[in-house]
Every structure is written in structure tokens, then in C-alpha cells.
T-cell receptor
Framework: EDQVTQSPEALRLQEGESSSLNCSYTVSGLRGLFWYRQDPGKGPEFLFTLYSAGEEKEKERLKATLTKKESFLHITAPKPEDSATYLCAVGGNTGKLIFGQGTTLQVKP | DTEVTQTPKHLVMGMTNKKSLKCEQHMGHRAMYWYKQKAKKPPELMFVYSYEKLSINESVPSRFSPECPNSSLLNLHLHALQPEDSALYLC??????????????FGDGTRLSIL
């Protein structure tokens, strides 16, 4: 059964304190791994797609990496505006996205 | 600004009412999706339309009825809903359906409350 587990559930950082969010997955035939950001009362905002182990993508203070079993979202020198829930999702042979439970990030000034 | 537009943003309805949620995208995408999201939970897939045909129904109760009039529009017709149906309803689109190697782009949802 396809499964996605994100850790930690919640993360509190001071502004400028770098850290990483983890997304572990089991899927039959990985077609893509996706990271989203969701602000309260809004829909998920697409951030990155990763397709194969070793791939990396960057956008501003965010960097996503992928191995055969997990993905990391590294946040470098975060700012308060990076506070949000970050969702990881995988696409496999079913044609559907399987979402993790999300990591809620709070960055304090 | 999201490229998937959902209306209305908020909806309050009684259990005997009939209402519709609307979704529109102008990205030329050929797959559209309805999700339900409860507080502090990830989105749950309800329906998938691929090239204007229903391809996935995740065993959703018949009080939810989807419709795809054309490749840019997606509706969700609601009738005789229950209080537990209160949630954020999200619409998404992707370049083509049945291929989970493409990102889905989400609207900001309709916040639905059932009295």
C-alpha cells in the first residue's frame, strides 16, 4: 500500500535557524514526489516536483532533495513569512496523489 | 494569485438545500480534481475528471454530484448534506489525468458549513 509519512508534525524555529523537514514514502512505481506549502484558509501552493533519486530543486530559501525512500525540504535562514504547513505527496501507479499529514512550521522573529 | 478560481469562497447551507460549487482554470489543463479537506488534515481525493470524463470516484456519497461541462470548468452539486460534510472543498487541475507524474495546481477552496 502506498504511504507517506512526514516528520516532525510541528516545528518551531527562530528566524535564521536552518532546519529540515522529512517525507518518507513507500510507493509502487514512483512517478513523482511533490512539495506544497499551505497557508491557513488557502489551497496548497505547488513548490517542487522531484522524479528520481539524487535530484535536487531550489527556490529562494527552500531546497528539496530526493532519495529512494525519502525526501527532505531544507529551509535555510527562514523568515517569519515561511511559516506555513508543508505537505509532501507522491504519485505512483494508481494515478492518484498520496499526501502526508504535513509539517506545520512556525518561524519566530 | 492562484490560476484555479473557485466560487463561492464561503457557503453556509441547511441539510435540505441544494447548492453548487464552481471551479475554473485557464491553463489548458485536461485533468481536474475535487478534494475535501478537514482542519489539520491533508486533502482527500473525491473525484477525478480526465479529458472531461469521470475517471475516478473515491466512493463518494451520492449527495455529492460532480459535473465537467468543458475542459475549463468543474462543478460540484450538493444536496441533502450532513453536518460532517462541513469542510474546505478544493479544486485542482493538472496537464493530463491518470498520470501522477505531474503537479496538481489548487484553488483556494470553498469553505462549506452545513447547519
Amino acid at each position: 500500500e502506498d504511504q507517506v509519512t512526514q516528520s516532525p508534525e510541528a516545528l518551531r524555529l527562530q528566524e535564521g535557524e536552518s532546519s529540515s523537514l522529512n517525507c518518507s514514502y513507500t510507493v509502487s512505481g514512483l512517478r513523482g514526489l511533490f512539495w506544497y506549502r499551505q497557508d491557513p484558509g488557502k489551497g496548497p501552493e505547488f513548490l517542487f516536483t522531484l522524479y528520481s533519486a539524487g535530484e535536487e530543486k531550489e527556490k529562494e530559501r527552500l531546497k528539496a532533495t530526493l532519495t529512494k525512500k525519502e525526501s527532505f525540504l531544507h529551509i535555510t535562514a527562514p523568515k517569519p513569512e515561511d511559516s506555513a504547513t508543508y505537505l509532501c505527496a507522491v504519485g505512483g501507479n494508481t494515478g492518484k496523489l498520496i499526501f502526508g499529514q504535513g509539517t506545520t512550521l512556525q518561524v519566530k522573529p | 494569485d492562484t490560476e484555479v478560481t473557485q466560487t463561492p469562497k464561503h457557503l453556509v447551507m441547511g441539510m435540505t438545500n441544494k447548492k453548487s460549487l464552481k471551479c475554473e482554470q485557464h491553463m489548458g489543463h485536461r485533468a481536474m480534481y475535487w478534494y475535501k479537506q478537514k482542519a489539520k488534515k491533508p486533502p482527500e481525493l473525491m473525484f477525478v475528471y480526465s479529458y472531461e470524463k469521470l475517471s475516478i470516484n473515491e466512493s463518494v456519497p451520492s449527495r455529492f454530484s460532480p459535473e465537467c461541462p468543458n475542459s475549463s470548468l468543474l462543478n460540484l452539486h450538493l444536496h441533502a448534506l450532513q453536518p460532517e460534510d462541513s469542510a474546505l472543498y478544493l479544486c485542482a487541475s493538472s496537464q493530463s489525468g491518470g498520470l501522477s507524474n505531474q503537479p496538481q495546481h489548487f484553488g483556494d477552496g470553498t469553505r462549506l458549513s452545513i447547519l
